[in-house]
Each structure stands twice: as C-alpha cells, then as structure tokens.
C-alpha cells in the first residue's frame, strides 16, 4: 500500500515536471538560492555582530566608550526611572539637551532604546 502510494506520488511529480516549462524551472531555483542567500547572510552577520558584542563586554572601561560625565549622569537617572523632562529639571537644561544627551548615549552603547541603555550600562558598569 505504502509503495503504491509513493509510486503515484512520483507519477504525479513526473507529470508536474512535464508541464513546467523552463523559465519557471529557473524562477524556482532563482528563488530557492535567494531565500537561501538571505538565510546565510543573516546568519553569518549574526554571529560576527555577536563576537563584536562579545569583545565589547570584555572591556568594561567606560572610558572605550567616549561618555561624557554628563552623558553617565543622565544615564543613571534613566536608570532610575526618570523622564525626559524629570532629568532636564534635575540637571537644569532644556529638554531638547537631555534628548541629544540620550541620541548619544544610544549611538556609543550601540542601543535603541531605554531599557537597552540602562541594562547595557550597568553590565559594563558604568552605572550602578
């Protein structure tokens, strides 16, 4: 019963061959080797991004990472859950300041956002 079917399977297959026409057969493996291409690239990347995060955390000076005194004090009020505008107030500058202390603060630890920055700051123990 099992070979029977298997048989009728490679029937069917044969018979789909046979109506494909050659430049469907091309677009196929086209699109088999680009899934493929995506596939490996992103894996590839991954663990090269990996490495580089992993070299970052053996240097846990604070100074490899170019903050400012002023860029580590908002960093530990953001750890301390402040707001924007709570920072701005206790620092005694605009909000517009804070916010470009934050943009710089994101670009040197390689973060996006917040919670990202806090827990990457305190790893390399720039903040308590």
């Known amino acids: 019963m099992g070979a029977l079917f298997i048989l009728l399977r490679l029937f069917e297959y044969n018979m789909f061959l046979r109506e494909l026409s050659l430049e469907r057969y091309a677009i196929v493996v086209a699109v088999i080797f680009l899934v493929l291409g995506i596939w490996a690239g992103k894996h590839i990347f991954a663990s090269k991004k990996g490495e580089k995060n992993e070299e970052a955390l053996q240097h846990t000076d604070s100074d490899q990472f170019g903050l400012s005194s002023r860029e580590k004090e908002v960093l530990a009020m953001l750890a301390l859950g402040l ?13 517009n300041t804070v916010k470009t202390h934050l943009s710089n ?3 040197k630890l390689d973060v996006k956002r917040r919670t990202q920055a806090v827990k990457k700051g305190k790893e390399l123990q720039i903040i308590a």
């Open 83 to 95: 707001s924007n505008q709570e920072i701005a107030d206790k620092l005694f500058v605009s909000l």
């Open 105 to 107: 603060i994101y670009m």
